[in-house]
């Protein structure tokens, strides 16, 4: 079976609630006991065993939070804009409580980033903010992940609401090229790609590797919340539907 009938095999899987609420069952206390034991590893091994950066000393460790959390909020745009595209396409509506559910968690992450990526730069530039690229290009991240929120809260007719929030994912799925080409694009105070870049990483082994560490956290985090948030989404929609029917 090929990859694109796997995909399809697994969309159309995941699409149905109940099969899903029995998958997510067994999987988010996987991913929940997973995200803690690697969170409790991956900071002991940053805070405590990676050695401070050579030049900013230990002010650079806050790069094990800032680095993480900046690749969620992108990781998880990019899986609501999927989300969004699998929903419009098949008109699944787990898709679009996929992507309802990825745009809070993703906003949550993105001001996570925003705030330390300011406390990080208050001693490194000698600003909290500078409208650099990067920067503003992640602000307006923040922005779009708020005004899809806001979109669907203002339409009341549910399925108008959805189909308008899921478009507008796709058109801002263009800021995510603009985050990623930022610091190549213009000439900017953040500093250039350190960990995926042509020719290697510009960070030492002892630093790179917990960070790709807390990333591997961060994701398997993502992962439990996800989860955790779609069951709580679903059942949410299960009593409106009776609520509903007990007043017809």
């Known amino acids: 079976m090929g990859k694109s009938k796997w995909g399809k095999c697994l969309i159309n899987f995941l699409a149905n609630p109940e099969r899903f609420m029995r998958f997510s069952k067994i999987a988010m206390p ?5 995200a803690f034991v690697s969170l409790v590893i991956g900071y002991v091994w940053a805070l405590v065993y990676a ?4 030049q900013q000393m230990e002010t650079a460790r806050i790069m094990f939070i800032h ?16 989300a969004s595209i ?8 787990l898709a679009d409580s996929a992507a309802f559910v990825g745009a809070k968690i993703g906003a949550a992450f993105t001001a996570l980033c925003l705030i330390t990526g300011s406390i990080w730069g208050r ?3 000698g600003t909290w903010w500078e409208w650099d690229g990067r920067l503003t290009s992640v602000l307006v991240l923040f922005f779009i992940y708020l005004g899809y929120l806001a979109l669907r809260g203002a339409i009341s007719d549910q399925t108008k609401a959805a189909k308008a929030a899921a478009i507008l994912s796709l058109v801002g799925s ?22 995926i870049r042509k020719g290697g990483s510009s960070l ?18 993502f992962g439990f919340l996800m989860l955790l948030n779609l069951r709580t989404e679903i059942i949410k929609k299960r009593i409106s539907s009776i609520e509903t029917r007990l007043i017809l």
């Not at 680095?67 to 999927?82: D, E, Q, R």
Request: glycine share 4%.
């Open 204 to 221: 030492h082994p002892d630093l790179l590797k917990p960070l790709l560490f807390n990333g591997f956290a961060f994701m398997l985090f």
């Open 30 to 34: 996987i991913f929940g006991i997973l």
């Open 51 to 54: 050695p401070a950066d050579y």
């Open 174 to 195: 263009v800021n995510i090229v603009i985050i990623r080409y930022s610091v190549v694009w213009w000439n900017t105070l953040h500093q250039p790609a350190a960990v």
């Open 67 to 82: 680095v993480p959390s900046a690749w969620v909020a992108t990781g998880a745009y990019a899986m609501m804009a999927i």
């Open 123 to 125: 001693p490194t530039w």
């Open 86 to 93: 699998v929903f419009l396409v098949w008109r699944h509506n």
